[in-house]
T-cell receptor, first 115, second 113 residues
Framework: AQTVTQSQPEMSVQEAETVTLSCTYDTSESDYYLFWYKQPPSRQMILVIRQEAYKQQNATENRFSVNFQKAAKSFSLKISDSQLGDAAMYFCAYNSGGSNYKLTFGKGTLLTVNP | ETGVTQSPTHLIKTRGQQVTLRCSSQSGHNTVSWYQQALGQGPQFIFQYYREEENGRGNFPPRFSGLQFPNYSSELNVNALELDDSALYLC????????????FGSGTQLSVL
């Protein structure tokens, strides 16, 4: 079974600084998807960034980028120029793709942004 | 284009009761999945529905059941509620073939006393 591990229960960053959230996963499959979701106090899961495993190039979305290391099964999220609105729970998630819509989530990292 | 909406937002039940949670999918989405998020945990997959049939299930007992309607709205039913069923229940919708593009609602917070 696939597992997703987030080893940092909490992280903090100063506004305008850069922070990296860690995620490792375990799978025997070669094609899959990895995600970072943000969950603010409103509780809605918001997709931050997505990576297809067959793509070697790391995904980027504005201030958000990932460091995808397939061999090491590592998928970290870098937030640049942190803003107060980035404060939230961040979840790393895995999906095997195809007709399987199941997401396997990590336990989350609570990010605090200090002014 | 409307997003995924869930109702009610909060619910309090007592042990042994039954509960129904509702979800309206994002416009045009024909697949819906449900997740349970216990306090301090990541969401856990309950099941998913496509064309009104369950086509994937996580490690949840049969007292967790669902329905998907022709308009792609959905219900999650939980019978014989237990204290451990207290959690945030999230609904997510997607298009067939795009299972990696899930859109989530804001959830229903269920408290079982």
């Amino acid at each position: 079974a696939q597992t997703v591990t987030q080893s940092q229960p909490e992280m903090s960053v100063q506004e305008a600084e850069t922070v990296t959230l860690s995620c490792t996963y375990d799978t025997s499959e070669s094609d899959y998807y990895l995600f970072w979701y943000k969950q603010p106090p409103s509780r809605q899961m918001i997709l931050v960034i997505r990576q297809e495993a067959y793509k070697q190039q790391n995904a980027t979305e504005n201030r958000f980028s990932v460091n995808f290391q397939k061999a090491a099964k590592s998928f970290s999220l870098k937030i640049s120029d942190s803003q107060l609105g980035d404060a939230a729970m961040y979840f790393c998630a895995y999906n095997s793709g195809g007709s399987n819509y199941k997401l396997t989530f990590g336990k989350g990292t609570l990010l605090t942004v200090n002014p | 284009e409307t997003g995924v909406t869930q109702s009610p937002t909060h619910l309090i039940k007592t042990r042994g009761q039954q509960v129904t949670l509702r979800c309206s999918s994002q416009s045009g989405h024909n697949t819906v999945s449900w997740y349970q998020q216990a306090l301090g945990q990541g969401p856990q997959f309950i099941f998913q529905y496509y064309r009104e049939e369950e086509n994937g299930r996580g490690n949840f007992p049969p007292r967790f059941s669902g329905l998907q309607f022709p308009n792609y709205s959905s219900e999650l039913n939980v019978n014989a509620l237990e204290l451990d069923d207290s959690a945030l229940y999230l609904c997510a919708s997607s298009l067939t073939g795009e299972g990696e593009k899930l859109f989530f609602g804001s959830g229903t917070q269920l408290s079982v006393l």
